[in-house]
């Protein structure tokens, strides 16, 4: 079963900026492509940005292009995700996940999730 942990959320002013991480306990083919999704209160799960580790190919959801951005070390089995010009809107729960099919920024597409962090933006 694969484990990933997020860290790095926190609350921040619009304008500002963050950066989440997320830790695999495995580099394979079970995580060729990992993930950040959000929840928000009240509404259903979205996708946010995607990698596919093996071709090095980003996704991102059309509400957070320009401005967040999703890298890797493989050295640490680890995901970012680099937010920045963070507004209200960005609030949610933010899950990072791992799937081994195709890399599709789909919430129905992904094997494995985290537990989740919490960002909230402040105005």
């Known amino acids: 079963q694969v484990q990933l942990v997020e860290s790095g959320g926190g609350s921040v002013q619009a304008g500002g900026s963050l950066r989440l991480s997320c830790a695999a306990s495995?580099?394979?083919?079970?995580?060729?492509?990992m993930g950040w999704f959000r929840q928000a209160s009240g509404k259903e799960r979205e996708g946010v940005a995607m990698?596919?580790?093996?071709?090095?190919?980003?996704y991102y959801g059309d509400s957070v292009k320009g401005r967040f951005t999703i890298s890797q070390d493989n050295t640490k089995n680890t995901v970012y995700l680099q937010m920045n010009s963070l507004k209200p809107e960005d609030t949610a729960m933010y899950y990072c996940?791992?799937?081994?099919?195709?890399?599709?920024?789909?919430?129905?597409?992904?094997?494995?999730w985290g537990k989740g962090t919490l960002i909230t933006i402040s105005s």
């Open positions: 996940a791992a799937a081994t099919g195709l890399c599709v920024l789909s919430v129905s597409s992904m094997n494995y």
């Open positions: 495995e580099n394979s083919y079970r995580t060729r492509c």
């Open positions: 990698l596919d580790r093996s071709l090095g190919r980003t």
